[in-house]
């Protein structure tokens, strides 16, 4: 299911972004007609069931004692098209995930193509095969019910002693009531991907391993932004310690060596508490693992991926892996913190240049090798 989603979740994406439809000749000589018509083909007759209630009431021809039914129903009637119009209000903002830059398209497809039929996209109308259909339920709540070419489904069924795989309806189906119960919970019918970027540069500065001078009055790092020289190594005698880059044509320069160490126990507490923000929601975890953790790739990476596969084979399921099991849970936080560690925090610890002027020179590769061993006989007494 998971793979089918990808693949129709991408070809949704793709299909609403090309302009390919424009050239289609059976498509732009006729007319599409998106008069889906929900509230008219709901309320239809309603009228009538109101009229037919009201009289029974002033009339005492009711089938319940007291008319306790009826003025439950009466009830539920007058307050209907409110209730419909915030029940397709909802309906819009929670299917509107699908259009996110970073949608997780291991989400249901069927969201994505009702997105389409809800705000009009070409190839989506009436007249395309689409319908759309909202019905008042005896209980009071209501229901949409999405139908037409993209909600089918392959399915293995029986003939003639055998299995054939044949196309069947798979229509999208939300209960006003259901929904409700999901946003009073803080559980989202689409789930959207935290923006991960954002919120692993906003923990930089948080991490304590920058000096305040580093940090602008927005609470983000400055241009020139540099580790505190703290976690920088250093020899017995106090001085830097560095590692030597070769530049080609005997030619090399120093450049920080930092204790990684040191620095991985200081942004631990950082990091596990954002990886406990984010498993205060665990559809949002799933969806940042989906899109950006999970492959251990860079930042332009997962940019493209979005648009591709995502991770695919390495994926987890929002229908079979939720709640998260334990192990999932670790996984996450370790990935997480590579993650950072990799594509945030590597660009303040890779080359970066003393801060000692004569350190700082490009220097003779061959007369450094030499110095460097006088100074470790020097430094061990070895002479």
Known sequence: M???????????????????????QDFISKTSDFQFQLLDNAYRLAGKHYAKIKIAIESNKCESEHCAVELSQLKQLQEAPKASLDFLGSIVAELSVTEEDSFDPNNDYRYAAANSLMTGKPGFSKTDGYEAYLDLLRDGSQQIEFVGPAFKKRELVPFDGDFIEVEVDHPLIINSSALGALIDSDTSLVASTPNIGKDMLRLLPETGLFMQEMINENKELKGNAKISEEFVMKNPDGSFDYEIVDLGNGKGKNVFKYDMEKINQKVAPFINAEVAGLMSSEQDAVAAWNVYISKDT????????VQNANAAGSSWSYEL???????????????????????????????????????????????????????????????
């Open 298 to 305: 860079s930042v332009e990476e997962d940019d493209q991926m």
């Open 2 to 24: 998971e793979n089918d989603n990808i693949l129709k979740n991408l070809y949704l994406k793709q299909f609403n972004e090309s302009n390919a439809i424009a050239y289609n």
């Open 321 to 383: 892996d939720l709640p998260l099991s334990q192990d999932k849970k670790d996984l996450f936080s370790i990935k997480y913190r590579t993650y950072f560690m990799n594509n945030y925090l590597n660009e303040y610890t890779r080359n970066q240049i003393p801060t000692v002027k004569e350190d700082a020179a490009v220097f003779d590769l061959e007369e450094a090798k030499k110095a460097k061993a006088q100074k470790f006989l020097d430094d061990n007494n070895l002479n």
